[in-house]
């Protein structure tokens, strides 16, 4: 095999894992969202129907995304998933900015176990470590406890099954995600850029906001985006650790698909919410190819 063919090859399974993976499996969703919900396996009508007569029609119809506009349970949903992911995401970069800053300027010998221990959670089941925060956060749990022995409050406080726990679960699921592109990121800074920045009389804290923040944008954007997005889409801690008041529209996937059976629906639902987060992913990289052509 030459070289040319060993490079197209080698091309060839990145885009040959997206077609099976991604491609497929969206043109299967964006069939069944196009299709009409009925009694059956499976429960939706196809696409091509066959008349008595023996010719067939396309059988297509629009009004499951119509009903995503019709009915307000929908935009509630989304605007939720934005709301809390949104609050989520900006959480883990107040936290995981100072983090990944305090790792890159460590002594070079422990940056790597620093790594590792910010990673480490990840060892462990995700449902394992969901529960976990249910037996910390219920009323009864190790946060309440504390604060009733050490008297600051004098009943439990409802921390369980609220917004709040939502989001907190959220960041402590994706923090490793804003931390290791901001890492990268920051590792790769020139340390005679803030060097030079002394020099010419600014105090750290303008060193940073003239330097360090603005050169590590990228990273800052790379992690908003891996955070942001799953986040949006998040079933499994909205449903554990948040209440019956938060909405998100993993949630209304879950129920109209194996509560009301309604696939066709749910599809329409899921292809709208991958056209919604895609619009930040076209932005970034806009900007990038910006950044790259100026500089």
Known sequence: MSSAQLRRLVLALPWLWLALFFLLPFLLIMKISLAEMRLGVPPYTDLVETTADGARHFAITFDNYRALFADSLYLKAYLGSLRIA??????????????ALAIVQSPGKWRVTLLLLMVAPFWTSFLVRIYAWIGMLRPGGVI????????????PIQFLHTDGATILGIVYTYLPFMVLPLYARLERLDAVLLEAAADLGATPLRAFWTVTLPLSLPGILAGALLVFIPAAGEFVVPELLGGPDTLMIGKVLWSEFFSNRDWPVSAAATVALLVLLVAPILAFQALTQDREART
């Open 144 to 155: 309440n406890s504390a604060l009733l022995t050490l008297g600051i409050v004098d009943e």
């Open 86 to 99: 949104a609050i989520a995401t900006m959480c883990t970069l107040l936290i995981g900015y100072p983090l």
